[in-house]
């Protein structure tokens, strides 16, 4: 569920002559460093995190132990940016543009104008924090306790809103109520919403082609390929996104100036519509279309971004990152705090419609993007309860109603939602695999509900 972890350890460990030119470690620990200067950046200058702790809390366990001791980063605030040194010397750097967050520093980027103009100020509308229920607080003490013999969960922030109000929330000590948080593959579901609202307009139809300029010729069979294709992971396109430094995924976000044109490379390995593969390639050819559709570039996209979505849901600053050709990451790089995502997650509680009445997202559309796709627990841009997987039906067996659906990062950020019970609770973490902590969140989930009735 969003899981982009690059296992370089093995690879780095064939460094013989033979093992140089079969394996590629040198790409290995480029993608390696490349993760460690882009997530350091950010968290450093848009999350006003300590670079060391993210380092280890978030980093070493996306690039392995092996290449996390062989890689150090380098931050300089003087700069605001960020190198990651090895053997090598630098092997990788990234840097912060105000407005835009953090990128990597490739060949073929386009530069960024940096945009003073934020620190907007997110509605007073979810409440001052509630004392805990018991049974709430109860499954809170759970979902933040360590235990020293059990995958570490590291959970930042939480937050239960119950009928548009805050019910609890809780912080690990570095983070509050003002840290912009990083979602991971939660912007997917962020482009769900831009692409909802281009469909209202009128500007885009989901049963559409994409209409990429590289799949023109009248005898390709990516042509086919639609805009529902691609939200629902069904896109058929050779984009592997695997525990590898070198998946095509791995490549494009940490190799690749212009990932929408490197996933637009990719071949078709079989006709679109036959077999669900998650992918964030996928998701970054939607995003280059919504930034065609838009208009004015990165500026341009904010600026739509802002006025048709984050404005009416009383959001605050949102940070959108962008990749060297301007093309917005709406596959991984999102930031904003615990309570705006829990905003933006109330938006698809009340069937895209605001506090306000506002209609932004179709009618239909909500009920569409939570629909299971081809039996797997995805529909388009979320991940779902709905249909016959099995990890929906342990979901639902653990408290989490069928309806419910939910917005996750790898690591466990999640926005989970739930219509039955005028639910949303908000979960952001750096936990560690096999599932994340997503046990002890359905289990805060069901206290949640039965709390609250």
């Given at each position: ?13 064939a ?5 140089w ?25 848009v ?11 978030l980093?070493?366990?996306m ?45 073929g ?33 759970r979902l ?14 939480v ?25 991971f593959s939660?912007?997917?579901s ?15 139809r ?20 639609t ?5 629902r ?14 998946s ?23 006709p ?8 964030s390639g ?15 570039g ?8 802002r ?32 309570r ?5 997650g109330?938006?698809f509680?009340?069937?895209g ?34 249909g ?44 560690a ?13 069901k ?7």
């Open positions: 569920m969003g899981r982009r972890t690059y296992i370089v350890a093995g690879v780095v460990a460094l013989g002559v033979a093992g030119f079969v394996a590629r470690p040198d790409q290995a620990l480029r993608v390696a460093a490349g993760v460690a200067a882009h997530h350091v950046c950010s968290l450093t200058f999350s006003g995190q300590d670079a060391q702790t993210t380092y280890r809390e980093v070493v366990p690039i392995g132990n092996v290449a996390g001791h062989w890689l150090t980063p380098h931050v300089s605030a003087e700069r605001q940016s960020v190198d990651v040194s090895g053997l090598f010397g630098v092997l990788a750097s990234a840097d912060f543009t105000p407005g835009y967050g953090c990128r990597l520093r490739l060949p980027n386009h530069p960024l104008a940096a945009d003073h103009a934020t620190h907007r100020v997110a509605a007073d509308d979810l409440g001052p924090a509630q004392p805990e229920p018991p049974a709430i607080a109860a499954a809170l003490d933040f306790r360590e235990a020293p013999d059990k995958p570490v969960k590291r959970v930042k922030a937050v239960v809103v119950k009928e548009g109000k805050v019910v609890a929330e809780r912080y690990a000590a570095g983070f509050d109520a003002r840290t912009p948080l990083l979602g939660v912007a997917k962020f482009t769900n919403a831009l692409i909802g609202i281009l469909v209202r307009q009128g500007r885009l989901v049963d559409g082609p994409l209409a990429a300029a590289e799949w023109n010729a009248p005898d390709d069979p990516r042509r086919a390929i805009i529902e294709d691609l939200m992971m069904r896109s058929g396109l050779a984009l592997e996104e695997a525990e590898s430094a070198f095509p995924v791995a490549r494009m976000e940490f190799l690749h100036a212009d990932m929408a044109g490197f996933a637009a490379t990719q071949p078709a390995k079989e679109p519509g036959h077999h669900f593969e998650y992918t996928d998701t970054v050819l939607l995003s280059r279309r919504i930034g065609e559709l838009v208009g004015g990165p500026a341009g996209l904010r600026a739509f971004a006025r048709e979505l984050f404005d009416p849901l009383g959001m605050g600053d949102v940070t959108m990152e962008f990749d060297g050709q301007g093309t917005f990451v709406g596959s991984t790089y999102v930031y904003a705090t615990a705006d995502y829990a905003r933006f109330m938006l509680l009340r069937d419609v605001t506090t306000d009445h506002r209609r932004l997202l179709p009618e239909g559309w909500v009920a569409w993007s939570r629909r299971s796709t081809l039996g797997a627990p995805y529909g388009a841009g979320f991940w779902t309860n709905d016959p997987s099995l990890p929906a039906k342990w979901r639902v067996e653990g408290g989490f109603p069928k309806d419910g659906f939910f917005a996750s990062g790898t690591l466990g950020q999640r926005i989970y939602i739930v219509p039955s019970a005028r639910l949303v609770v908000v979960r952001f973490g750096y936990s695999p096999p599932d994340y902590g997503i046990q002890d969140d359905v289990a805060l989930i206290a949640a509900i039965q709390a609250t009735r």
